[in-house]
């Protein structure tokens, strides 16, 4: 399928390492925010959230960090596998419903 | 749950045709959000329908349009086609789940939109 983005910054992780993917948001009134996985020729397929009365919140294998000091966001990867590669966007909202998307980040996974 | 559903899933068609994209939500789910998506300009958002009625709107030109079903069907509308609107549209819709914690949007796998 099409690239999501031609130009995205990317990471490469070597399988079994630890990833962190990170990002800057844009709006200090934001109070929830989304990660999501876009793999190539499919939707965003959500991965994980956290409210802004939080700090941390763990899933399977995957972690959120959000710092509203610095307006940064941050998804922690466990034990990266090849699966995991795709692009991951955070997405924040203000109560608004609309949700306002960053440009994504392209995980690449070495063998 | 199924999850949500989007017709057709390629689409070509050439400038100044019209074109109308449809959207099935998760049963249950009564916001429906549509995004155009671009390798250049990323996800941006079109408009957001809860109840039949828009309720966000984004920065698109007024050949960009939708509605809403009583079922929470949407339809997205683009009139008089331009090169610029070949991109990947993505419908979402929002609600709770038991890995969330708050109502969050879940995508569908997009209509990929060819103008030529």
């Known amino acids: 399928g099409e690239s999501v983005g031609l130009h995205l910054p990317t990471l490469s992780v070597q399988e079994g390492d630890n990833s962190i993917i990170n990002c800057a948001y844009s709006?200090?009134?934001?109070?929830?925010f989304i990660w999501y996985k876009q793999e190539s020729g499919k939707g965003p397929q959500f991965i994980i959230d956290?409210?802004?009365?939080?700090d941390k919140r763990q899933g399977q294998r995957v972690t959120v960090l959000l710092n509203k000091t610095v307006k940064h966001l941050s998804l922690q990867i466990a034990a990266t596998q090849p699966g995991d590669s795709a692009v991951y966007f955070c997405?924040?909202?203000?109560?608004?419903?609309?949700?306002?998307f960053g440009t994504g980040t392209r995980l690449k996974v070495l063998a | 749950k199924a999850g949500v559903t989007q017709t057709p899933r390629y689409l070509i068609k050439t400038r100044g045709q019209q074109v109308t994209l449809s959207c099935s939500p998760i049963?249950?789910?009564?916001?429906v959000s549509w995004y155009q998506q671009t390798p250049g300009q990323g996800l941006q958002f079109l408009f957001e329908?809860?109840?039949?009625?828009?309720?966000n709107k984004g920065n698109f030109p007024g050949r960009f349009s939708g509605r809403q079903f009583s079922n929470s069907r949407s339809e997205m509308n683009v009139s008089t086609l331009e090169l610029g609107d070949s991109a990947l549209y993505l419908c979402?819709?929002?609600?709770?789940?038991?890995?969330?914690?708050?109502?969050?949007?879940?995508f569908g796998p997009g209509t990929r939109l060819t103008v030529l």
């Open positions: 979402a819709s929002r609600g709770a789940s038991s890995t969330t914690s708050t109502d969050t949007q879940y």
């Open positions: 049963s249950g789910h009564r916001s």
């Open positions: 997405a924040e909202t203000a109560g608004t419903y609309k949700y306002i």
């Open positions: 709006n200090s009134a934001s109070d929830y």
């Open positions: 956290i409210r802004s009365n939080m």
């Open positions: 329908y809860f109840s039949e009625t828009q309720r």
